[in-house]
């Protein structure tokens, strides 16, 4: 069974940066595409970011891109989310989330995964 773990989530102010940690129970961590979600109250689960299991490729939501950097780190079994220029639409719960590769499109959405993490709470004040 895979497990996975976030940290780093925060209360940050407009304009400032928060790093999300992943950490991901198992010993097949690089055969996963990894991806960040999040989710707003009142709204869906919406696709952030994805990073295939090599690490070689990264796509990103439009809403964030240019602010926030996907990574990851093979040897420590673990998925970053680093965010700068937070403004206050960025405040949701943030998951991430672990998948065997589906094709690129398919990872841009929730049926591309299988496994999720608990979340954690990113609030950005105005």
């Known amino acids: 069974q895979v497990q996975l773990v976030e940290f780093g989530g925060g209360l940050v102010q407009a304009g400032g940066s928060l790093r999300l940690s992943c950490v991901v129970s198992g010993r097949t961590f690089s055969m996963y595409v990894m991806g960040w979600f999040r989710q707003a109250p009142g709204k869906e689960r919406e696709f952030v970011a994805t990073k295939s299991g090599s690490g070689s490729a990264a796509y990103y939501a439009d809403s964030v891109k240019g602010r926030f950097t996907i990574s990851r780190d093979n040897t420590k079994n673990t998925v970053y989310l680093q965010m700068n220029s937070l403004k206050p639409e960025d405040t949701a719960v943030y998951y991430c989330?672990?998948?065997?590769?589906?094709?690129?499109?398919?990872?841009?959405?929730?049926?591309?995964?299988?496994?999720w993490g608990q979340g954690t709470q990113v609030t950005v004040s105005s």
């Open positions: 989330a672990a998948g065997l590769w589906r094709g690129a499109v398919e990872h841009h959405s929730t049926t591309g995964y299988d496994y």
